[in-house]
């Protein structure tokens, strides 16, 4: 069952996952890539379809000890453990009501829903939404208009939706849709 603080139990944040199990990631996806390459097919580190972060931990450390006598790979299998740690705080997570008109994605949002935005008191940006599938975070619009700040301890909610250099417009998420949907994969 996914870890929710109890300060944060008051907004009904990742129903699915409390009711049928599993936890939820933030995790930094490029450093995830590198460690990665010295992983087995069938052992691949995506943070999708653990219980719990500690599950998690423990699986990244029983691999990393496997290199304890190549420092280098050790290093970045402990540095990836390490952030992914300090991003999974959910204490330091803005909770933000959805506001906004139903999405009616797949991966979308519902009015009058609560969501978590997961930030890191040592990097406090925008990464995305917790979605209604709830095993990663998804980029959304942040337009003022479609959120209402619950929690925001780190105040990166505050500095997405109000400071304009972060602000992401319904057009530009459109966009970047439009763009993923007709991209090709090779």
Same mark, same amino acid.
């Given at each position: 069952?996914?870890?929710?603080?109890?300060?944060?139990? #008051?907004?009904?944040?990742?129903?699915?996952?409390?009711?049928?199990?599993?936890?939820?990631?933030?995790?930094?996806?490029?450093?995830?890539?590198?460690?990665?390459?010295?992983?087995?097919?069938?052992?691949?580190?995506?943070?999708?379809?653990?219980?719990?972060?500690?599950?998690?931990?423990?699986?990244?450390?029983?691999?990393?000890?496997?290199?304890?006598?190549?420092?280098?790979?050790?290093?970045?299998?402990?540095?990836?453990?390490?952030?992914?740690?300090?991003?999974?705080?959910?204490?330091?997570?803005?909770?933000?009501?959805?506001?906004?008109?139903?999405?009616?994605?797949?991966?979308?949002?519902?009015?009058? #829903?609560?969501?978590?935005?997961?930030?890191?008191?040592?990097?406090?940006?925008?990464?995305?939404?917790?979605?209604?599938?709830?095993?990663?975070?998804?980029?959304?619009?942040?337009?003022?208009?479609?959120?209402?700040?619950?929690?925001?301890?780190?105040?990166?909610?505050?500095?997405?939706?109000?400071? #304009?250099?972060?602000?992401?417009?319904?057009?530009?998420?459109?966009?970047?849709?439009?763009?993923?949907?007709?991209?090709?994969?090779?």
């Amino acid at each position: 069952m996914a870890y929710i603080p109890d300060s944060h139990r #008051k907004y009904n944040l990742l129903p699915y996952c409390s009711e049928h199990g599993g936890e939820v990631f933030s995790y930094p996806s490029q450093l995830l890539d590198i460690v990665n390459k010295y992983t087995s097919d069938n052992e691949c580190l995506i943070p999708y379809g653990y219980d719990s972060y500690e599950e998690y931990y423990r699986k990244v450390r029983e691999i990393a000890d496997r290199f304890i006598t190549q420092p280098y790979i050790y290093d970045l299998f402990t540095e990836y453990l390490n952030q992914v740690m300090a991003m999974n705080i959910k204490e330091d997570w803005s909770v933000l009501r959805y506001i906004g008109p139903d999405t009616n994605q797949t991966e979308g949002l519902t009015n009058g #829903k609560n969501y978590y935005w997961p930030a890191s008191k040592a990097a406090p940006h925008y990464e995305g939404v917790i979605d209604d599938e709830e095993f990663t975070s998804y980029i959304y619009p942040t337009n003022e208009e479609y959120w209402e700040i619950l929690e925001d301890p780190t105040g990166m909610a505050h500095n997405t939706i109000f400071g #304009k250099d972060r602000y992401i417009s319904p057009d530009v998420h459109a966009y970047i849709i439009e763009q993923l949907q007709n991209a090709t994969i090779v």
